[in-house]
């Protein structure tokens, strides 16, 4: 707590210092020129003197004006990639980095910008529409692999089931970054790579649902899903493609700690020069960039730098020895900073409501916990109460300085999945008075000392969040107090995420000992419906393995889910998720409270900046330029 | 001597392996691990681990044996096991990193970091003992004085400084408000500039340097300057003070030869003592400043669970703490006639 | 014989954070070339403290010399600078201190130690300046002098020790030695031993020295005169013979009182005197000594006696010292 406030007055004593200086601040341009003239002397006292009594070397001048400056772009992150062998990691700064360093495109050159799919080296994504994805009943013999309720299984007699198959045809003209062009083969390598057990690989649902993966001709892949996998995502079986003729040789368990996990060979704008351990990767511009005609990258260089502390990343986008500060090394505390520091003209920040939502998971069957708890919200009314009673637009304004939205469902409004007639939805806006009548009417009343309580039984509940995560902190205070005011006590818990999320034999938390539990999912394409579904619920049998943490069953709702998830087309899909979020809104097993932010920051310079929030924040890395 | 020495270094190996085995089954023991991450990836079917995909990813990081079989594996390979490639530590195998560098091997990994390291550290012991000392011997002489206040206040500064704090104000006014006023700025962080005619060169690098090293060596040039005042004053109450006063020395050479000399004593340890954190880095320093130093690399690790990495950083420090002790124990014996091993 | 050494009128005091402490209140004396001077009292009653002064040792804070004048050779060395101070320390006076097993540092080789005056003092080199100091520890009889040379101190037992200092403490042989109570710490056969040392080198050297110590017994057998001191004055003063048979200060008397005799070791108790020493920093209007006086008069209480002559060459300070010396001759009848 102290170490929190001595952050908020650092930044604040920033705030001022930037304002101050405001009037004395030197256009961006000259940023530079500054720097080199630091750079140029020894002892600071001593370039000092130099400044102000001499005229600047005269080496310098001609050195500036002749050749241009290569145009060099720094993107600043706080952590660095573990590897950029694609296979195997799950940090988002990888998937930044690979964007410019390897790939086209956020997976196997496929975009997901606006909660959706955008092809880059295909010529088009497959539909069911356009015939070049088709969906055939198959004759299934017992024994053959299939996918039943969403599990890979051995079909116990003969069925006919439906079977997917999508054709993908690539752009020409794609080349790797050593000029060797970019087969289809490359594809079914990438595919094929992943199936060894010791690829590294995090996750094989794609892969255990895929009866075959081939190349038809030298730019075209088909591939078919295992019967009985009604995929919706089947337009994005285009696998990752890795160049064969550099990878051939080498085992699959072996790519990571070969160059290739390094300094690999892409397709994507740039290509890797230089890795320094712990401190930057330096890319240049890829020659063979198969949009090179197009001009394209428009930067010479990219350095990602890997800068932990925000407080540094912030000092160094003003110093101008940053251009971007990532939305990793950036959060909503800095908010105010950021907006002084866009008035003096030091920076631009950035604010996109993101794909991560916080929400509170009530605890329906607390009772059938190992370590049973009382029973608190298997009542409606009560959970309906609480989302009345929550005043959610004092958290967004207090913790989000406003930037961000309420949410009512599991996707944010402008996800395709939201209906668009919301009327439908029951809709939670604060409302104590309407939480109070709620709660009499099941039965919690208010005792002497301002709880309610309900045969004996006080309204008393615990709320556990991850330790040291400063916006949820807030989010619990505010909590409280709401509760307080319609009569539910609140105790505040903040175990380690290991321990919170800690699943397995011996799950605490993830075994149903809680009543109240905030964290944050993060929103897809897909939108969030399969973790409040029946068979997601945990149980001992499966070592606590499920998502659903609510304990929620609701049949109404699975009926939507599965219609949903067994559907191929969007219009229709768009009907089952209005009926799940209208059984979601009214039994509200968990209540959504915001979006969070995402904050981003460039130097004035940086030109065609877009962040999204469903994308990397570089996802247009080729079309980004800076000023000179 | 040299037989004390055998038995300290036979002490040592004991010591150290104990202690790796316990670090082993610490880390392993604590919650989250390597696969922590993976664990807690979407809520989507693409995205989430199944108990599959977990039990062969343990298998490949060969975290499915079981504990003491792993650590006997970590410090002896099991290339004499049944289809292990592992050499093990005791013969040099460091193993490769799981999730800081996937793939790269430890020892390469851990030198792209030590010369940093040891650049930032080592320049920040310098600092402090080429400050520490004669403000401590000053202060001592000076006792009461305005001066010695001044450097009091100094040292309680120094102690009671928050290190992010100091660093941020240093970045804050060297770095920022210095280039606002059109002053030579220091840079606010890194080790180098990533372009520019200098990048790379030894001024560039000394200017990257500057503000970390004082940040770093603020609280131990405080501390020790206390260390040596009270211990110089604590001298200069000594009788044979006053003998070498007796005999008509000038009173320079009572402070440098009499005093001085007896007062590093203890001073010596204090410092000796530091001399592993030449290894370990400075965490919150080297975050601070975006130093690429250990101290990064090691929490980096540690919340990722890459015991690989981990291990060694912890085998290295141990060995170190304890070889430091031993250096310690052995200065003595030229700094002080009065102690001899046998 | 002339005068080596006149102290007139010394007044040395501590300012610490309870007061000012009194330790030297006008203490006036004098040794003469070759003399042995006997310094006797109690721990605490300023006969180091006063010793120091003249040497200027004092530590300057706390301490501070208010007034007085110690004049050497017709310098007074309260008023000297620095330089000439140190010129006379350990070159024309030297100090033997009490306790050997700090006063050596131990650091530093005996060698270092001692040739360290002589290249200061006499302006030898390194070569010259080892061959004296290896004479020097022959002279005070340290056996195999020149194999141990480059030992350390701690490689010495405490006699050894003290008879290095005593080297290096005559080793420019200087007019005066002031030993702060040699032998205290020793062992009693030890401390005879450096007793014989001191004589045999006082007859060999011919200097003067101011042997300061609390034992009436060591001094008796060492000093042509003795000074007693008490709660920083000078009480008696009288050559050794008179003061031992004619003591006249009460204080004095309780000392002889409190010495184990040989010769009469179960004929009488030991005496110690009662009471405490006076409070130095709140120091009593009159006589120091009348709280535990046994022949105080309501004078004593309000005036502080002077020394005034109490006999030949034996002065005393105290407003009864008759009445003393009669009841004395009636208690030895």
């Known amino acids: 707590m102290r170490k929190a406030m001595l952050v908020l007055i650092a930044l604040g004593v920033l705030a001022i210092v930037v304002a101050c200086a405001a009037p004395t601040a030197s256009p961006p341009q000259v940023v530079k020129e500054v720097q080199t003239v630091i750079v140029a002397g020894t002892p600071v006292e001593k370039v000092v003197e130099k400044v102000i009594t001499a005229t600047p070397p005269p080496t310098q001048p001609p050195a500036a004006t002749k050749a241009p400056q290569p145009k060099t772009l720094v993107v600043c992150m706080s952590q660095e990639p573990d590897t950029l062998y694609f296979n195997g990691s799950n940090m988002m700064v990888t998937t930044l980095t690979l964007e410019a360093g390897?790939?086209?495109?956020?997976?196997?050159?496929?975009?997901?910008?606006?909660?959706?799919?955008?092809?880059?080296?295909?010529?088009?994504?497959?539909?069911?529409?356009?015939?070049?994805?088709?969906?055939?009943?198959?004759?299934?013999?017992?024994?053959?692999?299939?996918?039943?309720?969403?599990?890979?299984?051995?079909?116990?007699?003969?069925?006919?089931?439906?079977?997917?198959?999508a054709t993908f045809k690539m752009k020409a003209g794609l080349k790797w970054s050593d000029g060797t062009v970019m087969k289809a083969s490359d594809s079914v390598f990438g595919y094929k790579t992943g199936l060894d057990k010791d690829s590294g690989i995090t996750t094989r649902y794609t892969r255990d649902r895929t009866a075959s993966y081939v190349a038809t001709d030298a730019s075209t892949t088909v591939w078919t899903g295992i019967p009985g996998f009604v995929y919706a995502l089947y337009n994005t079986m285009f696998f990752e493609p890795l160049p064969e003729h550099v990878l051939k040789d080498i085992a699959p368990k072996d790519i990571k700690a070969s160059a290739f996990g390094r300094k690999p060979v892409g397709y994507g704008p740039f290509r890797v020069t230089n890795w320094v351990s712990g401190d930057r990767i330096e890319m240049e511009k890829n020659p063979n960039y198969w949009r090179a005609s197009e001009g394209l990258p428009k930067l010479d260089r990219v350095i990602y730098r890997f800068i932990p502390d925000t407080n540094q990343l912030t000092a160094q986008l003003i110093a101008g020895q940053c251009d971007i500060g990532t939305q990793d090394a950036l959060n909503t505390d800095a908010i105010p900073f950021l907006d002084q520091a866009e008035k003096n003209g030091l920076l631009k920040p950035y604010y996109i409501p993101g794909s991560t939502w916080e929400h509170i998971d009530f605890n329906t069957q607390p009772t059938k916990a190992p370590k049973p708890r009382v029973d608190l919200f298997s009542d409606v009314k009560v959970r309906q109460a609480i989302a009345f009673g929550t005043n959610r637009k004092e958290m967004n304004d207090k913790i989000l300085f406003g930037k961000s939205v309420i949410m009512d469902a599991t996707v944010p409004a402008t996800h395709w999945a939201y209906p668009k007639d919301d009327s439908q939805l029951a809709k939670y806006p604060y409302d104590p008075k309407k939480a109070e009548a709620l709660l009499d009417e099941a039965g919690w009343v208010k005792g002497a000392d301002g709880v309610r309580a309900k045969g004996g039984v006080k309204l008393s509940a615990t709320i556990s969040t991850t330790a040291g995560n400063k916006p949820r902190e807030a989010i619990m205070q505010i909590f409280q107090a709401n509760m307080k005011a319609i009569g539910v006590?609140?105790?505040?818990?903040?175990?380690?995420?290991?321990?919170?999320?800690?699943?397995?034999?011996?799950?605490?938390?993830?075994?149903?000992?809680?009543?109240?539990?905030?964290?944050?999912?993060?929103?897809?394409?897909?939108?969030?419906?399969?973790?409040?579904?029946?068979?997601?619920?945990?149980?001992?049998?499966?070592?606590?393995?499920?998502?659903?943490?609510?304990?929620?069953?609701?049949?109404?709702?699975?009926?939507?889910?599965?219609?949903?998830?067994?559907?191929?087309?969007?219009?229709?899909?768009?009907?089952?998720?209005?009926?799940?979020?209208k059984v979601f809104t009214k039994e509200l097993p968990a209540l959504p409270l915001y979006q969070r932010v995402n904050v981003y920051a460039t130097n004035p310079r940086v030109l065609n900046f877009k962040p999204n929030p469903s994308a990397s924040e570089t996802w247009n890395i080729e079309e980004l330029d800076v000023k000179q | 001597m040299v037989n004390y020495l055998i038995r300290r270094l036979f002490s040592m190996t004991i010591v150290i392996i104990v202690s790796s085995f316990l670090i082993y089954m610490m880390l392993n023991l604590a919650p989250g691990g390597p696969l922590w991450e993976l664990t807690q990836a979407g809520?989507?079917?693409?995205?989430?681990?199944?108990?599959?995909?977990?039990?062969?990813?343990?298998?490949?990081?060969?975290?499915?044996?079981?504990?003491?079989?792993?650590?006997?594996?970590?410090?002896?390979?099991?290339?004499?096991?049944?289809?292990?490639?592992?050499?093990?530590?005791?013969?040099?195998?460091?193993?490769?990193?799981?999730?800081?560098?996937?793939?790269?091997?430890?020892?390469?990994?851990?030198?792209?970091?030590?010369?940093?390291?040891?650049?930032?550290?080592?320049?920040?012991?310098?600092?402090?003992?080429?400050?520490?000392?004669?403000?401590?011997?000053?202060?001592?002489?000076?006792?009461?004085?305005?001066?010695?206040?001044?450097?009091?206040?100094?040292?309680?500064?120094?102690?009671?400084?928050?290190?992010?704090?100091?660093?941020?104000?240093?970045?804050?006014?060297?770095?920022?408000?210095?280039?606002?006023?059109?002053?030579?700025?220091?840079?606010?962080?890194?080790?180098?500039?990533?372009?520019?005619?200098?990048?790379?060169?030894?001024?560039?690098?000394?200017?990257?340097?500057?503000?970390?090293?004082?940040?770093?060596?603020?609280?131990?040039?405080?501390?020790?300057?206390?260390?040596?005042?009270?211990?110089?004053?604590?001298?200069?109450?000594?009788?044979?003070?006053?003998?070498?006063?007796?005999?008509?020395?000038?009173?320079?050479?009572?402070?440098?030869?009499?005093?001085?000399?007896?007062?590093?004593?203890?001073?010596?340890?204090?410092?000796?003592?530091?001399?592993?954190?030449?290894?370990?880095?400075?965490?919150?320093?080297?975050?601070?400043f975006a130093w690429n130093g250990m101290g990064r690399l090691y929490i980096n690790a540690l919340t990722r669970g890459d015991y690989p990495v981990l291990m060694i950083f912890l085998l290295i420090s141990a060995i170190l703490v304890v070889a430091a002790n031993l250096l310690a124990d052995v200065v003595y014996t030229f700094i002080d006639p009065r102690i001899r091993y046998s | 014989m002339g005068t080596l050494l006149e102290v007139k009128d010394l007044r040395t005091e501590f300012h610490t954070q309870d007061g000012i402490v009194h330790a030297v209140n006008g203490v006036s004396f004098h040794v003469d070339e070759g003399e042995t001077l006997g310094l006797v009292g109690e721990s605490g009653c300023g006969k180091s403290v006063s010793m120091l002064s003249v040497m200027r040792l004092i530590p300057m804070p706390p301490g501070k010399i208010a007034s007085g004048s110690v004049l050497f050779q017709g310098r007074d060395l309260v008023k000297v600078d620095d330089e000439e101070i140190r010129s006379v320390r350990g070159n024309k006076i030297a100090m033997v201190f009490q306790d050997p097993m700090t006063s050596l540092n131990p650091v530093l080789t005996i060698n270092t130690q001692i040739s360290e005056a002589l290249e200061l003092h006499l302006g030898m080199t390194k070569e010259q300046a080892r061959k004296r100091a290896v004479e020097l520890l022959k002279m005070v009889g340290i056996p195999e002098a020149e194999g141990r040379i480059d030992d350390y101190p701690h490689q010495f037992s405490g006699g050894m020790r003290q008879r290095v200092m005593i080297a290096m403490a005559l080793s420019c042989s200087p007019q005066l030695l002031i030993a702060d109570e040699p032998t205290t710490a020793l062992d009693v056969t030890i401390q005879a031993q450096i007793t014989d040392i001191v004589k045999r080198l006082k007859r060999e050297l011919g200097m003067a020295i101011i042997w300061i110590t609390h034992d009436l017994g060591v001094i008796a057998g060492l000093a042509d005169r003795i000074n007693v001191m008490y709660a920083g004055f000078v009480i008696e003063s009288a050559s050794n013979k008179e003061l031992f048979a004619n003591p006249l200060h009460p204080y004095t008397l309780g000392l002889l009182g409190s010495i184990p005799r040989l010769d009469e070791a179960h004929k009488a108790k030991l005496t110690p005197i009662e009471g405490l020493p006076p409070d130095l920093i709140e120091m009593p209007k009159g006589c120091p000594f009348h709280d535990r006086c046994a022949y105080r008069t309501d004078k004593c209480a309000n005036e502080n006696p002077a020394l005034e002559l109490g006999a030949v060459r034996h002065q005393v300070a105290c407003w009864n010292w008759q009445d003393v010396q009669k009841l004395r001759a009636t208690i030895k009848r």
């Open chain 2, 43 to 288: 809520s989507s079917r693409e995205s989430a681990l199944t108990r599959e995909d977990y039990a062969r990813l343990e298998k490949m990081l060969g975290l499915d044996k079981p504990m003491h079989l792993r650590y006997i594996i970590w410090l002896a390979g099991d290339d004499w096991l049944d289809g292990g490639t592992r050499k093990g530590v005791i013969r040099g195998d460091w193993g490769e990193s799981w999730r800081v560098a996937q793939g790269m091997s430890v020892m390469e990994l851990i030198s792209s970091r030590i010369g940093n390291t040891i650049i930032l550290s080592g320049a920040a012991l310098l600092l402090s003992l080429i400050i520490a000392i004669p403000v401590g011997i000053i202060a001592a002489v000076k006792q009461y004085s305005k001066l010695d206040y001044a450097l009091t206040a100094f040292a309680f500064f120094g102690v009671a400084m928050p290190v992010f704090w100091f660093g941020l104000m240093l970045i804050l006014v060297f770095s920022l408000q210095f280039k606002a006023w059109g002053l030579p700025a220091l840079p606010p962080g890194g080790t180098e500039s990533l372009f520019g005619p200098d990048q790379g060169s030894f001024l560039d690098r000394l200017q990257h340097l500057i503000m970390p090293a004082i940040v770093l060596s603020l609280f131990q040039t405080a501390s020790w300057s206390r260390y040596m005042r009270s211990s110089m004053l604590e001298v200069l109450k000594q009788d044979y003070v006053r003998t070498a006063r007796a005999k008509g020395v000038i009173e320079r050479l009572v402070i440098t030869k009499h005093a001085v000399r007896n007062a590093l004593i203890p001073i010596v340890t204090v410092i000796v003592l530091s001399l592993p954190s030449l290894f370990n880095g400075a965490v919150i320093t080297e975050t601070i």
């Open chain 1, 102 to 165: 390897y790939r086209d495109g956020q997976l196997g050159g496929i975009d997901q910008r606006d909660y959706d799919y955008q092809p880059i080296i295909l010529q088009k994504l497959p539909s069911i529409k356009d015939g070049d994805a088709k969906i055939t009943k198959v004759k299934v013999k017992a024994g053959d692999t299939i996918e039943k309720d969403g599990a890979v299984v051995k079909a116990d007699k003969d069925m006919e089931l439906d079977q997917i198959s």
């Open chain 1, 489 to 581: 006590e609140i105790k505040l818990d903040f175990p380690p995420s290991t321990v919170l999320f800690g699943r397995g034999k011996d799950s605490d938390y993830m075994s149903g000992n809680f009543d109240l539990m905030l964290y944050a999912w993060v929103a897809g394409t897909e939108p969030t419906l399969l973790v409040y579904t029946c068979d997601q619920v945990p149980t001992a049998a499966l070592t606590w393995s499920g998502q659903n943490n609510t304990y929620w069953c609701n049949a109404d709702f699975d009926k939507a889910y599965s219609g949903f998830n067994g559907n191929l087309v969007r219009e229709d899909r768009v009907k089952f998720t209005a009926d799940a979020y």
